[in-house]
């Protein structure tokens, strides 16, 4: 395992953060998901049990790969600036914004008039890229990173940069904390970026 030089981690705010109002959307890649998840985990367990954040005020979306972060971030972080994205039941069911019963044909899609939803107060993107034999891995990150820094300055709302950009495997790991043979080693970088998170949508609150 690398030295001790790959647990990085923020220096937390010394600040006494209250997360129990905000609302966070997480939108994760599926690609390498044995290490999204313990990833997405660090950040849920930091903000509910270290900032008071709610579970049910934590709302995850899931997209193909990193590349597909930005646009995801953009769309939701839109919808919710209107209102409109659900808690992760309803989004996980596939319903969007749910219709009052008696909407007329041809409204607006997803206008719902009679539900409204508190807009999100951050983002978290998280991914995971792994080198390959290719080019692929430079274009992916780039596109990414811009990506997600565009998407947080066009629509004022902090994206957390949870992508994780490694050349093998096990850098990834150690990353998420799932290193070594019992697969618990390394430094889970999700639990920082939960933090970040609380401390970036307190900014604006
Ligand atoms: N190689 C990795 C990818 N590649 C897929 C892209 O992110 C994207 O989904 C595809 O090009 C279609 O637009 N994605 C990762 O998240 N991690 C990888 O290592
Ligand atoms: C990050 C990637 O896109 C990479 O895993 C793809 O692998 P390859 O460059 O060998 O096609």
Known sequence: MAGKDFVKGVKESSQALDGSNLRV?????????????????????????????KPENIVLK?????????????????????????????????????????SPAGSVKGASSAIQYKPFDVAICIGVLIKGSTMHFEYIADATSNGIMRVSLDTGIPCIFGVLTCLTDEQAKERAGIAGQNQNEGHNHGADWGAAAVEMALLKL
């Open 25 to 53: 959307l997480i939108v994760h890649a599926r690609w390498n998901s044995e290490i999204i998840t313990p990833l997405v985990e660090g950040a849920k367990k930091t903000m509910i049990e270290k900032y008071k954040v």
């Open 62 to 102: 899931d997209v193909p790969g990193a590349y597909e972060l930005p646009s995801a971030t953009q769309i939701l972080l839109k919808q919710s600036q209107q209102q409109l994205v659900p808690s992760n039941d309803l989004l996980s069911m596939g319903i969007n914004s749910p219709q009052p019963a008696s």
